[in-house]
């Protein structure tokens, strides 16, 4: 099954699913080198042709993501300056 297309957040940036992630030839074509995975039970598609970093988040609205944040920025700005 292939997945759909992320929408571009950035000229660098793009927001999509699980689903999205699935396509490496759309990922390549968008030029992505890096995906951020944050959920419970996801999985990287394509582990040896993207650069990964996953944060475990549960699907709770309880749960505090802030204490992710920092994480996520780092791996963000290391692939911006890739």
């Known amino acids: 099954m292939l997945g759909g297309i992320p929408t571009q957040i950035?000229?660098?940036i793009f927001l999509g699913s699980?689903?999205?992630s699935q396509d490496d030839?759309?990922?390549k074509l968008l030029e992505i080198t890096?995906?951020?995975v944050a959920?419970?039970?996801l999985i990287a598609h394509h582990p040896?042709?993207?650069e990964y970093k996953t944060i475990s988040i549960e699907d709770d609205e309880d749960y505090d993501?802030?204490?992710h944040f920092e994480?996520?920025?780092n791996f963000i700005e290391e692939a911006l300056h890739y």
């Open 10 to 12: 950035t000229d660098n």
């Open 18 to 20: 699980s689903t999205d």
């Open 25 to 27: 030839n759309i990922l």
């Open 34 to 36: 890096h995906i951020l």
């Open 39 to 41: 959920g419970s039970y």
């Open 48 to 50: 040896y042709k993207f």
């Open 65 to 67: 993501i802030s204490s």
């Open 71 to 73: 994480e996520a920025y």
